[in-house]
């Protein structure tokens, strides 16, 4: 799998940013730049088994996504599964992870892909750089979201 990593440190203690990314009814909120049209797939939000279908805004011909949280280790790590473009060929995983820093969190997300097919294994290096801009963003966009006074 292809795979870009990216990371911020969050002001606010580990648990609670736990608990924010571990709803994915809250994710739409820092990733509306490029994924839209959120739709929970479960009735609950929380935890193993949760899941959602959005749409990727540059996703080409085939833009569903649906992801299913398959690992929840509070207050550590979140492992997302998903399944996209053309009959759901292309697999991809999202890993948050967590860790102390210094009265701060550390959180870095590693979104992994398989490109399926010849097209998609010769645009993956645009899709790494794609990735990382975007998910850049949605860290920086969720660090506003937790830091900010209540």
């Known amino acids: ?10 002001r606010q203690p580990r648990e609670r940013v736990f608990d924010f990314l571990d709803d ?6 820092f990733t509306d730049h490029f994924l839209v049209d959120w739709t929970l ?3 609950r939000s929380t ?3 949760a899941g959602a279908r959005m749409r990727a805004k540059a996703g080409g011909r085939h833009p569903w996504i649906t992801i299913t949280v398959v690992e929840s280790v509070r207050p550590e790590r979140t492992v997302e599964e998903g399944r996209g473009g053309k009959d759901g060929r292309r697999r991809t995983r999202g890993i948050y992870r967590l860790a102390d820093a210094a009265g701060a969190t550390q959180v870095s997300f590693t979104n992994e892909f398989e490109p399926v097919g010849l097209a998609e294994r010769l645009q993956a290096p645009f899709a790494r750089r794609y990735l990382r801009r975007q998910n850049t963003r949605a860290l920086e966009r969720l660090k506003a979201m937790l830091e900010q006074p209540a």
């Open 24 to 29: 994915l009814a809250r994710h739409e909120a």
């Open 1 to 10: 799998m292809t795979s870009v990593t990216v990371s911020t440190t969050i």
């Open 47 to 49: 935890g193993v088994g």
């Open 41 to 43: 797939t479960r009735e």
